[in-house]
């Protein structure tokens, strides 16, 4: 069950509390308050690597006793394991960083945090007052630089603002729509003395995101929802974000309407739930496709109607009235034009919609969609998720990311980077359980998958992660196994090598006529294996297992499973001819998506 976040005077009590076991008015550095701030709004742990301009915070942080630093070997890897942290717990993630390239390495996963909305505040070094604007040694303005990617970014130079603004970033980043929060502190505040004194309240003015829906538009939903006969529930991440999914489990079971949940909401709805269709959009599957094609009803929940989902724009979903809720009301209407709009925080919509709309069932009857489900459950018979078996004598990576899924632990969390893994995993793994699917979603970062593991790994010690990565993604942010393997962090990771930029190839398959610019990787087809990832995977003290038959398969996961006391890489050698279907080709219609190469489903097509 989600935590709720804490309101800003119980982030306030939970401070006093720990400040009355200090002395009263104590003098302490502007390093030393960094450090007491954190620990008063509750932080349990930091991702991050010291340098000239942080330094002073590192001293006092090796004092705390309720501060687990973790260091990484670069900031990105801090920034996606603050994120990985996040989305296990749907706490605020922490990373650290310097000045100047240390604060830059934090633009891809302060932007990636920001397009999949996770709550996270990251806190860097800056040069001295005295310098900033003079292109001092390690001068960057991340401020300026983070602005358009952060819910707020600061620059403080006085260490009497360092409390405050703490307190301030971490309310900010985890309410309303969770994000990214930057601190940018001079190195001179860092090393001045000031009085250590936390907020008794928050006061942001302009800051008041709006929670509670407003009754007339949730009645108003309630009545299209009671009423349509093709009515499709549209789950993207917001409902993960905001702990609404019991809440949505009871509207689903209510409704009776078909449930499709996006990328980031996989595991809101459990893929055993018999009106779950799957996932929608470019590599979804074709029931949850022509399921938004053909409704007459759309009720968008936390999602955003991004390309991904709705292809082209203009043709997405054209019979039905659009019914969207999120917190954020710059995502209502962005895109598609709504019937009826609704800001508020997801769970207590949709608290408030479920006896909405069984007092109109009351009122009124259920409606009959019965020809609707036939039809959907003719979907999803003649078209189901599958694969064929490869020629070039490799493995099929469907087939391992399926046994995967099948022998892992229930409770085991998955986390992919982008490309063809992470639609395979996304496909081919059944999650039962919210916050048990983590991705790099909006932006599509490269890199993601194996520090935000380790990330999610701190934050739920006692379950087993599974990092399902590409041998591209794995090259750009491997080297935090040692992060993992120094610091007792035991993730495990399914590397699906086909020695290629796998999306890439699937586009120049399909629409380069097959030739292949740059994308051969030579990491594990032929002689060479550069680099060969079992023996990088022992260089850096983890366990590395290589597998190249598919009667290996299923032994290399089990014993990948039972090794708990250090990291484990298990290398798979897969086809790079395999591909992701099916496919809607970026800019086309959903209506045109290919069940396979050459092949269009045949749904009907009347209205």
């Known amino acids: 069950m989600a935590q709720p976040n804490p309101t800003p005077a119980q982030v306030a009590a939970r401070a006093n509390r720990a400040d009355a076991r200090r002395t009263p008015g104590e003098e302490v550095s502007g390093a030393e308050s960094i450090v007491r701030s954190l620990e008063s709004v509750g932080a349990e742990v930091v991702f991050g690597i010291p340098g000239g301009a942080i330094l002073p915070a590192y001293d006092p942080l090796m004092d705390s006793d309720r501060l687990r630093h973790v260091l990484v070997r670069h900031e990105q890897g801090g920034g996606h394991a603050a994120q990985g942290y996040a989305h296990a717990t749907g706490k605020v993630g922490v990373t650290m960083a310097t000045s100047g390239p240390g604060a830059t390495n934090l633009v891809t996963p302060l932007a990636d945090a920001h397009m999949d909305s996770v709550p996270m505040v990251a806190i860097t070094g800056q040069v001295a007052e005295s310098l900033i604007g003079t292109d001092g040694f390690q001068e960057a303005d991340i401020v ?90 549209y789950v993207g991440g917001g409902v993960i974000r905001s702990g609404a999914w019991q809440a949505l489990r009871r509207l689903v079971d209510v409704s009776g309407a078909a449930v499709v949940t996006t990328l980031t909401a996989r595991g809101a709805v459990p893929d055993s739930h018999p009106q779950h269709l799957g996932m929608p ?156 699917w983590l991705n790099s979603a909006g932006l599509g970062t490269m890199g993601f998958a194996v520090p935000a593991a380790m990330g999610a790994k701190v934050g739920q010690p006692d379950r087993d992660v599974w990092a399902i990565d590409g041998d591209g993604c794995f090259q750009m942010t491997n080297q ?35 030739r292949y610019s740059n994308t051969d990787l030579h990491t594990g087809h032929g ?51 395999a591909m992701v279907w099916p496919m809607v080709a970026a800019g086309v219609s959903n209506d045109d998506i290919q069940y396979a190469r050459g092949i269009s489903p045949a749904w009907d097509r009347e209205d």
Not at 337 to 354: C, K, M, W
Not at 401 to 419: H, K, Q, W
Not at 495 to 512: A, C, D, E, K, P
């Open 144 to 233: 300026g630089i983070t602005m358009p990617i952060t819910k707020h970014s600061y620059l403080v130079t006085d260490p009497d603002e360092i409390p405050r603004t703490v307190a301030e970033a971490f309310h900010i980043a985890s309410t309303g729509r969770p994000g990214p929060v930057l601190v940018d502190i001079a190195k001179s505040a860092m090393q001045a003395r000031t009085t250590f004194s936390w907020p008794q309240e928050l006061a942001l003015p302009g800051y008041h995101p709006v929670t509670k829906p407003h009754a007339k538009q949730v009645r108003e939903a309630a009545k299209l929802l009671a009423t349509a006969r093709r009515p499709v529930l």
């Open 480 to 514: 935090e196994l040692a992060t993992c393997a120094l610091n007792e962090i035991p993730i495990k990771v399914a590397l699906i090598n086909n020695s290629s930029l796998g999306m890439v190839r699937q586009w120049q398959t399909l629409f380069y006529d097959q």
């Open 527 to 577: 002689t060479k294996r550069i680099p060969d990832f079992v023996k990088l995977a022992d260089a850096y003290g983890c366990e590395g297992i290589r597998v190249e038959h598919e009667r290996d398969v299923d032994a290399a996961i089990k014993r990948a499973n039972e090794i708990d006391d250090r990291p484990v890489v298990v290398d798979f050698t897969v086809s790079r001819d």
């Open 281 to 436: 959009g470019m590599h979804g599957t074709v029931p949850a496709v022509a399921a938004l094609q053909k409704a007459d009803l759309v009720v968008a929940l936390g999602a955003r109607f991004d390309d991904r989902v709705t292809g082209k724009l203009s043709s997405f979903a054209p019979h039905a009235a659009v019914v969207q809720a999120d917190i954020d009301p710059a995502e209502i209407g962005k895109n598609r034009a709504v019937d009826v709009p609704i800001v508020g925080d997801l769970n207590e919509v949709i608290s408030d919609l479920v006896p909405a709309l069984e007092a109109e069932h009351e009122r009124s009857g259920k409606p009959d969609i019965e020809a609707w489900w036939h039809q959907l459950d003719t979907w999803r018979e003649t078209y189901p998720l599958g694969f064929t078996a490869t020629d070039d004598g490799h493995l099929a990576p469907q087939h391992v990311i399926s046994r995967l899924g099948e022998l892992a632990r229930p409770d085991s969390l998955y986390v992919a980077g982008v490309g063809q893994h992470q639609m395979w995993a996304a496909q081919f793994i059944r999650y039962e359980h919210p916050r048990t």
